[in-house]
């Protein structure tokens, strides 16, 4: 299939600072990760920090939450402040969040219905 890459909108939580970015679809992360300088360029507040594991092994990442439009559909997400990557990458957290997935046919975004597992009906 490839890279996925698609246009994503992404601000601080109330959007009163948003850019537009070219971000490639990581579907083997599971949170969204913005580059260093993105996140000082609109003011990203740090909330915490994460431990990860990534392929140089594990490593701790400044935690913080964004707000990001991909696709028309737009929320504000959990993600990872990244001093080594110079690209957003969107994680499946992100996505799933938004209602999108990737079609491995297409390459593309394409709407995506969240289950809701019948165990859980079955408590009522």
């Known amino acids: 299939m490839g890279h996925v890459w698609v246009r994503a909108r992404i601000g601080d939580e109330r959007g009163s600072s948003t850019t ?3 971000a490639l679809v990581e579907t083997g992360a599971t949170l969204t990760v913005v580059p260093r300088r993105l996140a000082e ?3 990203l507040r ?5 431990e990860v594991e990534a392929s140089a092994g594990r490593i701790a990442l ?6 990001i439009e991909l696709e028309g559909r737009e929320d504000v997400v ?6 080594v990557t110079d690209r957003a990458l969107i994680g499946l957290t992100t996505l799933e969040i938004l209602g999108l997935q990737v079609d491995p046919l297409t390459g593309k975004l394409r709407e995506w219905t969240a289950l809701l597992y019948a ?3 079955a408590d009522r």
Request: no cysteine; glycine share 8%; hydrophobic share 35%.
């Open 46 to 50: 740090v909330t915490g920090r994460t």
């Open 119 to 121: 165990s859980v009906l």
């Open 41 to 43: 360029q609109l003011g």
């Open 62 to 67: 400044d935690r913080t939450r964004i707000r």
């Open 20 to 22: 537009e970015v070219e």
């Open 78 to 83: 959990p993600a990872l402040i990244s001093d």
